[in-house]
């Protein structure tokens, strides 16, 4: 099973920017698909982002569509988020998680990370 640590989640004004990462542990993240998650108070997990294998295919949910951007450096074993333009609405803990799919459910997804909170002010 793969261990995934997430960082770089803080506190920003809005139109602000953030970069998340995620890093796994083990030999085998390059098979992995990855996906970035979020939950704020009182809701449920949303999807937000995934990212296949190689980082040629990647796909977004529509609220965060043209504002983040997902990429991987399979090196490094790392998964990253790059968050610009923040809303307050984007306010929530942020997990990244393991699939073999490129889905959305996170029913479908396997390992999880504690998760790094993020906050906009506005």
């Known amino acids: 099973q793969v261990q995934l640590v997430e960082s770089g989640g803080g506190l920003v004004q809005a139109g602000g920017s953030l970069r998340l990462s995620c890093a796994a542990s083990?030999?085998?993240?390059?098979?992995?698909?990855m996906g970035w998650f979020r939950q704020a108070p009182g809701k449920e997990r949303e999807f937000v982002a995934v990212?296949?294998?190689?980082?040629?295919?990647?796909n977004y949910a529509d609220s965060v569509k043209g504002r983040f951007t997902i990429s991987r450096d399979n090196t490094k074993n790392t998964v990253y988020l790059q968050m610009n333009s923040l809303k307050p609405e984007d306010t929530a803990v942020y997990y990244c998680?393991?699939?073999?799919?490129?889905?959305?459910?996170?029913?479908?997804?396997?390992?999880w990370g504690q998760g790094t909170q993020v906050t906009v002010s506005s």
């Open positions: 990212i296949n294998w190689s980082g040629g295919v990647t």
């Open positions: 083990g030999r085998t993240f390059s098979r992995y698909v």
């Open positions: 998680a393991t699939t073999t799919r490129m889905v959305a459910l996170p029913g479908d997804y396997d390992s």
